[in-house]
């Protein structure tokens, strides 16, 4: 089976969690699925970034960060490229307006229609019209929550029979470093970790506030913000220099590489995720199988990831944050149970299952 595969839209550390999903994924079907044939259409900065599909690389030319460019290249350039596929798989959300069929498309959440608030208008207007157009036109759609799916079959109208979840393929697990060794990074302090890029709807306003009273009772703790700049990268900025203008005890360190994002994941105290609004809530994820224990919020889809093996509270209250995050500072024993059975619900998600559904989803379209 020949697959060709829409990563056009994909612009590296910008568009956030939707491009681990995308590439992790992709990667556990060539390890796992020497049978099927992937041709990777993308931009040339996605196999820089992501050297292990380059074997697979189909690479389009011109400036990819000038979104109306991309829109038009994947109407008129990828079609050229995905024709002899048995299929075409969009990871972009959306179908552009001339693609070859069969087609499926993931859709990693519609946040552009729950919070229109978060993008510009013409944005929001453009997938008003691109998402339900794109679902209708779908194959088969693949979403990476149950949660996602029942909020395109019911906004989108959506047969449930066309919808398929499949999860992430979490990759390897992330092992604790010498504390020594990050000791340049953490000082060796308790560590809560937010690993996220500063769109507005991760809430890092929110878990500043919340930290701002941590500090109160624990002034040893260290709040470390990781991840590229979002849509509310200034103000963010802002606020950390409000509260912490010499550093004590909010730092962000922007988007880092792979091994010490690992590190910092298995070595943190506790990994805080305080959105709004997600499809899946990858760190969230790779947290609790590192054994980190995860402070999520009660919200989207962070319940059906975090379960009873993390702490879930409500995003109207910095006060119980705080008070909990404390808490859990100074339980060690608390902490280690969260971090077990955190460890046994990450095992519910691998590279070898999610690689399956993904080539049966396909299958099922190409039969």
Request: aromatic residues 4%.
């Amino acid at each position: 089976m020949r697959v060709a595969v829409n990563l056009s839209f994909l612009l590296p550390g910008v568009v956030g969690g939707s491009e681990e999903y995308s590439v992790r994924l992709l990667r556990a079907v060539l390890d796992h699925h020497p049978d099927v044939r992937l041709d990777v259409v993308a931009h040339d900065a996605l196999f820089q970034s992501h050297p292990a599909l380059e074997q697979n690389a189909v690479r389009i030319g011109g400036p990819v960060g000038v979104r109306p460019y991309r829109i038009l290249t994947e109407s008129l350039v990828v079609p050229r490229h995905t024709r002899h596929a048995d299929l075409t798989h969009h990871f972009g959300g959306r179908i552009p307006s001339r693609a070859t069929s069969p087609a499926v498309v993931t859709i990693h959440d519609i946040q552009p229609l729950d919070m229109p608030e978060n993008f510009s208008s013409t944005k929001t207007a453009f997938l008003r019209r691109a998402l339900p157009n794109s679902a209708r036109r779908a194959d088969l759609i693949c979403t990476p929550t149950r949660w996602v799916a029942d909020r395109v079959v019911e906004r989108l109208g959506v047969p449930e029979a066309r919808v398929r979840v499949i999860g992430p393929a979490v990759g390897r697990r992330p092992i604790p470093s010498e504390r020594d060794s990050m000791a340049s990074v953490t000082g060796n302090r308790p560590l809560i970790l937010f690993p996220s890029v500063t769109h507005p709807h991760k809430n890092h306003r929110f878990l500043i506030d919340a930290m701002v009273r941590v500090h109160q009772h624990r002034p040893d703790a260290l709040l470390i913000f990781t991840g590229g700049p979002g849509l509310a990268a200034e103000p963010v900025a802002a606020e950390i220099a409000r509260v912490d203008p010499d550093g004590a005890f909010i730092r962000h360190l922007g988007r880092i590489d792979e091994s010490l994002l690992m590190g910092l994941l298995a070595d943190a105290d506790l990994v805080a995720f305080p959105s709004r609004y997600e499809g899946f809530g990858l760190p969230a994820l790779e947290a609790m199988q590192a054994g980190t224990p995860v402070v999520a919020a009660n919200a989207a889809c962070l319940p059906e990831v975090v379960g009873d093996a993390g702490c879930l509270l409500p995003l109207d209250d910095p006060e119980r944050w705080a008070i909990e995050m404390v808490e859990l500072l100074s339980d060690t024993d608390r902490r280690a149970r969260m971090a077990a059975a955190g460890s046994v619900r990450a095992e519910n998600w691998s590279a070898v299952d999610a690689s399956a559904r993904l080539v049966d989803a396909w299958r099922e379209v190409v039969s």
